[in-house]
């Protein structure tokens, strides 16, 4: 079992940052990778961006350049550093782990989300 604990959202005007923060408990040992989601009303949550545990990032074309993935091992913790916000990241934000045991089986735990508006 994993617990995420999300952190850092909030309300803020276009152009402005965010710094989203997830703190990982439990079965740390097992987990793959991790990333953010997002999911704005009447849509469906899509993957912002992910890291792995050897270290590759992905970042879906809409925050490329203004996103940062990055993460803090020591305190099994990812951020999110959001950057030049748009109000079209309006939404919730999910952290999401990704763990494997016994090399074949997968497993997804979420965080409770945090609010992120971006006001024009």
């Known amino acids: 079992q994993v617990r995420l604990v999300e952190s850092g959202g909030g309300l803020v005007q276009a152009g402005q940052s965010l710094r989203l923060s997830c703190a990982a408990s439990?079965?740390?040992?097992?987990?793959?990778?991790m990333g953010w989601y997002r999911q704005a009303p009447g849509t469906q949550r899509e993957l912002v961006t992910s890291?792995?545990?050897?270290?590759?990032?992905n970042y879906t074309d809409s925050v490329k350049g203004r996103f940062t993935i990055s993460r803090d091992n020591a305190k099994s913790t990812v951020y999110l550093q959001m950057n030049s916000l748009k109000p079209e990241d309006t939404a919730v934000y999910y952290c999401?782990?990704?763990?494997?045991?016994?090399?074949?089986?997968?497993?997804?735990?979420w965080g409770q989300g945090t609010q992120v508006t971006v006001s024009s």
């Open positions: 439990g079965s740390i040992g097992s987990i793959n990778a």
């Open positions: 890291i792995t545990s050897g270290g590759s990032i």
């Open positions: 999401n782990a990704e763990t494997v045991v016994y090399g074949r089986y997968k497993n997804y735990y």
